[in-house]
């Protein structure tokens, strides 16, 4: 779950970018989580291939669990989300990223969906990891192609997240009706916090008109109600140690405020703007603490 860092750092670093445009906050704040996004990024994925290189029963393994396996779709959707915080930077160097995420999104989706297709998945192997794939790898690749000037590609691709997302939200929520989440995997809950955010900012990118689109505005109501269900269950979902698997909720709570944030520049009336900046507070606050958690147990292993 590290992979999910990049796309909270990388989230929020966008975040900060709109921030500067609608408060003239500090353009160096954005710029630099950006570029820490992208180098930690770089950093994990070299990891990645290492692993592959000298543990490769191990990563196999990884591949072979039923939930584990579709975190690795992480790794793609995590280049989008470099390749979109790089783009102002290094825009021919983000295209090649944008070309491998892609390219990655796309055949995992398709073979870890294909599994499912095959049946035989236990109810408890049902979470919220299972938008992953499709969902989170949809939007975030129809936001990529929306930040290179490829709306047609775009939309494609949104169109794939959010016909996945309609179709599984059922699953997923029938299972969590059915039997609750372990202790052990609680924090895949902050998956199911991400797609209408995410979705709600890869719309706005994608739609050319400057006005509010109700849609927009209706997946962002969307995402508000589920940041709601959310913290109604902190004391629940506090029962699970920390562990990198917290970086999950950071998708979600970096896109809400972003998502707010593009609507508001849209010309969004309140509650919009009122919205974007609590949530944006509440996203630094959360994944500043997500971070500072992260890096002492990394010191920890360290030691070890």
């Given at each position: 779950?590290?992979?999910?860092?990049?796309?909270g750092?990388?989230?929020?670093?966008?975040?900060w970018?709109a921030a500067?445009r609608l408060w003239?906050?500090?353009w160096?704040?954005?710029?630099?989580l950006c570029?820490?996004?992208?180098?930690?990024?770089?950093?994990?994925?070299?990891?990645?291939a290492?692993?592959?290189t000298?543990?490769?029963?191990?990563?196999?393994?990884e591949l072979?669990d039923?939930?584990?396996?579709?975190?690795?779709?992480?790794?793609?959707?995590?280049?989008?989300i470099?390749?979109i915080?790089?783009?102002?930077i290094?825009h021919?160097?983000?295209?090649?990223?944008?070309?491998?995420?892609?390219?990655?999104a796309?055949a995992?989706a398709a073979?870890?969906?294909?599994?499912?297709?095959?049946?035989?998945?236990a109810q408890e192997?049902?979470?919220?990891?299972?938008y992953?794939p499709t969902v989170?790898?949809g939007?975030?690749?129809?936001?990529a192609c929306?930040?290179?000037?490829w709306?047609?590609?775009?939309?494609?691709?949104?169109g794939a997240?959010?016909?996945?997302?309609?179709?599984?939200?059922?699953?997923?929520?029938?299972r969590?009706?059915a039997?609750?989440l372990?202790v052990?995997?609680?924090?895949?809950?902050g998956v199911?916090?991400?797609?209408?955010?995410?979705?709600?900012?890869a719309w706005?990118?994608l739609e050319?008109a400057?006005?509010?689109?109700?849609?927009?505005?209706?997946?962002?109501?969307?995402?508000c109600?589920l940041a709601?269900?959310?913290?109604?269950?902190?004391?629940?979902?506090r029962?699970?140690?920390?562990?990198p698997?917290a970086?999950?909720y950071?998708?979600?709570?970096?896109?809400?405020?972003?998502a707010?944030m593009?609507l508001?520049?849209k010309g969004?009336a309140?509650?919009a703007?009122?919205?974007?900046?609590l949530?944006?507070?509440?996203?630094?606050?959360?994944?500043?603490?997500?971070?500072?958690?992260?890096?002492?147990?990394?010191?920890?292993w360290a030691?070890a």
């Amino acid at each position: 779950m590290f992979f999910g860092s990049v796309l909270g750092v990388g989230g929020l670093g966008n975040g900060w970018r709109a921030a500067h445009r609608l408060w003239g906050a500090p353009w160096v704040v954005g710029e630099a989580l950006c570029v820490l996004a992208v180098a930690i990024w770089l950093t994990l994925l070299s990891l990645y291939a290492l692993k592959w290189t000298f543990h490769r029963a191990e990563a196999k393994a990884e591949l072979a669990d039923p939930v584990f396996a579709l975190l690795a779709s992480l790794a793609p959707v995590a280049t989008l989300i470099a390749a979109i915080a790089i783009e102002p930077i290094f825009h021919a160097g983000g295209l090649v990223m944008l070309a491998a995420g892609l390219a990655g999104a796309t055949a995992f989706a398709a073979w870890s969906i294909g599994g499912l297709w095959l049946g035989g998945r236990a109810q408890e192997a049902v979470t919220p990891v299972l938008y992953m794939p499709t969902v989170g790898g949809g939007f975030v690749a129809g936001l990529a192609c929306a930040t290179y000037g490829w709306p047609t590609a775009g939309w494609m691709f949104f169109g794939a997240g959010l016909l996945s997302w309609m179709s599984m939200e059922s699953v997923v929520l029938v299972r969590l009706l059915a039997i609750g989440l372990p202790v052990e995997r609680r924090a895949t809950l902050g998956v199911h916090l991400a797609p209408p955010a995410v979705a709600a900012v890869a719309w706005c990118a994608l739609e050319p008109a400057h006005g509010v689109t109700t849609i927009g505005l209706a997946l962002l109501g969307y995402g508000c109600f589920l940041a709601l269900v959310m913290i109604r269950l902190v004391p629940w979902l506090r029962e699970q140690a920390f562990s990198p698997a917290a970086w999950g909720y950071t998708f979600g709570v970096s896109a809400l405020p972003l998502a707010a944030m593009r609507l508001t520049e849209k010309g969004a009336a309140a509650p919009a703007p009122e919205i974007a900046a609590l949530a944006f507070v509440a996203a630094n606050l959360i994944i500043g603490w997500i971070a500072l958690r992260s890096l002492s147990l990394i010191l920890r292993w360290a030691r070890a």
